[in-house]
C-alpha cells in the first residue's frame, strides 16, 4: 500500500546489515526506506567521530547498495538549538555522510531563521517539516526546503500528552488527523513539488492503533487523485476511509 517506510530502530541501536537485507527481502522493487540516524549521533553531547558512525553506516549499507536509501534522517531533541557548537555537529554529521541524502528535525524555533536555513542549505542537508503540538519555542508547521530532498513529519496534536512527562510514548502520539487538517499538510507537500522538491518524503508517526496507516492512506489518495487499497479490518476500524477506498486483497490481521 506504501513506497517507503522510516525506520525506527537504528536510532536505538546500529541494524546489523542482515536486518537491512531481510528488509530488501520482504520488499518489492522500488521500496525505499529513509532511516534514523543512531542516537550515539545526535543525542550526546560527547563529540563523535567518524568511528563512532561506522557500525550504523555498515549496518544500512545493504539499502545503500541496492538503492533502497532514501535519506538519512537525523532527528535532535527540542534542546538542540541553533549555536555554535550545534551547528558544527550537524557539520560533522554532513562530512561522515558525505554523499548521501541527509535530512535534520530540528525541534527548536531558533532554526526558524533565514541564517539557520541558509546554512543547513549550504551544506545541502535537508529541513524536515513537522507537526506537532505549538508552544512558544517549539517549531511546527513550516515548509522549508533547504536541499534536493522534502520531508514531512507528522507526530499528531495530542497537546495534552505531548507536554507531560508522565505520558507515555503511546500517549504521545495517540492522535487521528481530520481531514480539514491533512488538508494543510497536502498542500504543504505539493508546495515544496512546486519549489523543486524531486521527491517528498511524507511519515505519518501518529502510530498509535494504526491511525498513521489511516491519515497516510487518506493523504496517498488525494495526493494522487485516486482510490486506494484498504484492507476491510482497517476500513472497520476507521470508516472514514470508504471515501477513499478500493478493495484490497485478503491479508493477515494488520491489529
Not at 545503500?64 to 535532535?76: D, E, I, K, N, V
Not at 492512506?217 to 487499497?229: C, D, F, M, Y
Request: glycine share 10%; charged share 25%; net charge neutral.
Amino acid at each position: 500500500m506504501f513506497d517507503v517506510v522510516e525506520v525506527d530502530t537504528s536510532f536505538y541501536r546500529p541494524p546489523a546489515s542482515a536486518l537491512a537485507e531481510g528488509w530488501l527481502r520482504k520488499s518489492r522493487g522500488g521500496f525505499v526506506f529513509t532511516v534514523k540516524v543512531w542516537r550515539r549521533l545526535t543525542h550526546e553531547e560527547e563529540p563523535f567521530a567518524e568511528s563512532d558512525a561506522r557500525p550504523f553506516k555498515a549496518g544500512i549499507e545493504p539499502l545503500r547498495r541496492a538503492g533502497a536509501l532514501g535519506c538519512l534522517l537525523a532527528q535532535f531533541p527540542w534542546s538542540f538549538r541553533d549555536t555554535p557548537a550545534n551547528r558544527a555537529r550537524i557539520e560533522a554529521l554532513r562530512g561522515v555522510f558525505e554523499g548521501e541524502e541527509l535530512v535534520v528535525e530540528v525541534r527548536h524555533a531558533s532554526w526558524n531563521t533565514d541564517g539557520a536555513l541558509a546554512f543547513l542549505r549550504g551544506l545541502g542537508v535537508g529541513f524536515c517539516n513537522i507537526d506537532a503540538p505549538a508552544s512558544s519555542e517549539g517549531l511546527t508547521g513550516t515548509r522549508h526546503l533547504t536541499s534536493g530532498t522534502g520531508y514531512v513529519r507528522l507526530h499528531g496534536r495530542n497537546r495534552k500528552a505531548w507536554f507531560d512527562p508522565a505520558a507515555g510514548r503511546d500517549e504521545k502520539y495517540n492522535y487521528l488527523y481530520s481531514e480539514t487538517e491533512l488538508s494543510e499538510w497536502i498542500e504543504a507537500v505539493r508546495e515544496l513539488e512546486r519549489r523543486g522538491a524531486p521527491r517528498v518524503f511524507v511519515i505519518a508517526n501518529n502510530h498509535y492503533g494504526g491511525q498513521a496507516v489511516a491519515n497516510a492512506l487518506q493523504i496517498k489518495a488525494s495526493l494522487s487523485g485516486a482510490p486506494v487499497e484498504v484492507p476491510d479490518e482497517l476500513l472497520q476500524a476507521f470508516p472514514q476511509l470508504g471515501k477513499v477506498a478500493r478493495r484490497a486483497p485478503a491479508q493477515p490481521g494488520l491489529f
